[in-house]
C-alpha cells in the first residue's frame, strides 16, 4: 500500500492543503473580530442573529482548522483578542456602521468564503480535509441565503442592473 491509501487523517497533508487551511483559520480569525464589532454596530434584531450564526461558524472553523494544523505538527496562526461589547447608544453616529453596511459585508464576505472553500475541496487528496471544507461550504451557502432573503425583506438589497423589459426579437 502507497503513503496515500488507507485512513486519511494518517496521511500527510501536502503543501497546499497546509497553506489553504492555515489560511483559512487566519481569515476566520479576522472574521470572528470583524463580526464581533459588526455585532456593537448593529441595530436589527434579526441581524444581530445572523452575525451570531457567523461568529459561531468562525468560532468552530477556527477549532477545527487548529486542531487539523497541530495534529499535523504545523503551527497555527495567533487568535486576536476578543472584541468587548459596546452599547449601540454609545458609539458615535458618525463612526457607526450601519445595518444595511454589515449586511452587504457579511453578504459578500460569505461568498467569498464559500469560493475559498470550493478551492480548498478542488486541491485536496484528503478526503477528510475535502469533506471538511465541503462541510463549511455548506454552512456558508445556508448562511447566504439568509442573508440574501434578510436583505431583500428589508430593503437593503442594491442589486445589480435589472433587465426588466426584454428587447422584441427582431425575425431576419
Same mark, same amino acid.
Given at each position: ?23 483559512? &483559520?487566519?481569515?476566520? *480569525? ?18 444581530? *442573529? ?67 472553500? &470550493?478551492?480548498?475541496?478542488?486541491? &485536496? ?20 441565503? *439568509? ?26
Amino acid at each position: 500500500m502507497g503513503i496515500l491509501s488507507g485512513n486519511p487523517k494518517n496521511e500527510p497533508m501536502h503543501y497546499g492543503e497546509i497553506f489553504s487551511v492555515w489560511q483559512f &483559520s487566519l481569515v476566520a *480569525k479576522g472574521a470572528l473580530s470583524f463580526y464581533q464589532a459588526f455585532l456593537n454596530h448593529a441595530g436589527d434584531k434579526d441581524l444581530k *442573529k445572523i452575525l451570531e450564526a457567523l461568529i459561531d461558524q468562525a468560532r468552530l472553523e477556527i477549532k477545527e482548522c487548529d486542531t487539523l494544523l497541530n495534529e499535523n505538527g504545523i503551527a497555527p496562526a495567533p487568535v486576536l483578542p476578543e472584541r468587548p461589547e459596546a452599547k449601540l447608544e454609545d458609539i458615535p453616529v458618525g463612526a457607526r456602521f450601519t445595518d444595511p453596511e454589515i449586511a452587504a459585508k457579511i453578504a459578500s464576505d460569505t461568498s467569498l468564503g464559500m469560493v475559498a472553500c &470550493s478551492q480548498v475541496m478542488g486541491q &485536496s487528496i484528503r478526503e477528510d480535509i475535502g469533506a471538511l471544507f465541503a462541510k463549511y461550504h455548506l454552512t456558508k451557502t445556508a448562511l447566504g441565503v *439568509k442573508i440574501l432573503q434578510l436583505t431583500k425583506e428589508k430593503g437593503w438589497l442594491v442589486p445589480p442592473p435589472l433587465q426588466v423589459k426584454r428587447p422584441e426579437a427582431v425575425e431576419v
